[in-house]
C-alpha cells in the first residue's frame, strides 16, 4: 500500500510537472507572436526599418542622421539632406521618399518616386521664398520621362569626369549635349502654381520642349496655347 501512495505522489508530482511546462510553452507561444514593445511618446533622431535579413527598407530621420541615398548597392558620398523619409526597393536602392524644411527664408515639401535605378520621375511639391517683398510660391504634381540605360549611376560618371576636367565651358557644352540627346530625361508635365502665379497645365513633349499651355494668370485672365515641336507658339 505505501508503495502505491508513493507512486501516486510520484505521478501527481509528474503531471503537474508537464501541466507547468505546457502552461509555459502556451505562454511563451504567444508572447513570440507578440514581441512588441508600446511607447506613448519616443524622441529619436533616426529609425532603419529592415527586413529580417538586415536589407534596409526605409529610414526615418532628422538632418544631421539622414540616409545619403543608394544606388545599384551602393551608397553614394556623405551629402546634405532635409529630414525626412527615404524609401529603399528590393535591391538596396533608394526608390523615393518625403522630405521637408523651413526656415526665415525659404521652406518646401517634396513627396517623390524614382525610377527604377534612376532619379525620380514623379513629384509632388511644394516650395516658397519667405523673404524680401517679393515673395514667390510654386506647388503641384510633375512627371518626367528618363532614359533606361542612362541610369543614375552611370550619369554620376559622366559628370564627375567632366568635373575632373576644371573647364566649365566644356562642362556646360557636354551637358546641354547629354540633355538635347534625352539623356537627362525630360520634364513632361506639371499641374499646379507656377512662381509666376499662373495655376494650370503646362505639357512638354519627349524632348522637353513645351508644346501645350493652359492656366490662369495672377490676374485672373485665362490662356490657351499650343507649340510646335520647336517651340514655336501657334495660336
Known amino acids: 500500500m505505501e508503495k502505491l501512495i508513493k507512486e501516486v505522489r510520484l505521478l501527481k508530482l509528474y503531471s503537474l510537472a508537464l501541466t507547468c511546462m505546457f502552461i509555459v510553452f502556451i505562454f511563451m507561444s504567444f508572447r513570440r507572436d507578440s514581441d512588441k514593445t508600446k511607447f506613448q511618446e519616443i524622441d529619436v533622431e533616426r529609425i532603419n526599418v529592415v527586413e529580417k535579413d538586415g536589407t534596409l527598407k526605409l529610414v526615418i530621420s532628422n538632418a544631421e542622421r539622414q540616409h545619403p541615398g543608394m544606388t545599384e548597392g551602393k551608397e553614394v558620398p556623405k551629402r546634405e539632406r532635409s529630414p525626412g523619409m527615404i524609401f529603399f526597393n528590393g535591391d538596396g536602392d533608394e526608390c523615393g521618399g518625403l522630405v521637408y524644411e523651413a526656415n526665415k527664408k525659404e521652406a518646401g515639401m517634396v513627396f517623390s518616386v524614382d525610377q527604377y535605378r534612376n532619379d525620380q520621375i514623379m513629384q509632388l511639391q511644394y516650395s516658397q521664398n519667405t523673404a524680401g517683398a517679393d515673395k514667390q510660391r510654386t506647388y503641384g504634381l510633375r512627371l518626367w520621362d528618363r532614359p533606361d540605360e542612362w541610369t543614375v549611376t552611370r550619369l554620376s560618371r559622366v559628370v564627375d569626369s567632366l568635373e575632373a576636367l576644371k573647364d566649365k565651358a566644356v562642362m556646360k557644352q557636354e551637358i546641354g549635349r547629354m540633355r538635347k540627346d534625352g539623356k537627362l530625361g525630360a520634364e513632361r508635365l ?24 493652359i492656366f490662369v494668370d495672377k490676374e485672373g485672365k485665362t490662356h490657351f496655347y499650343t507649340y510646335d515641336d520647336t517651340g514655336k507658339l501657334e495660336n
Open 190 to 213: 506639371f499641374v499646379g502654381k507656377t512662381p509666376a502665379g499662373e495655376v494650370g497645365l503646362f505639357i512638354r513633349d519627349e524632348k522637353g520642349t513645351t508644346r501645350i499651355k
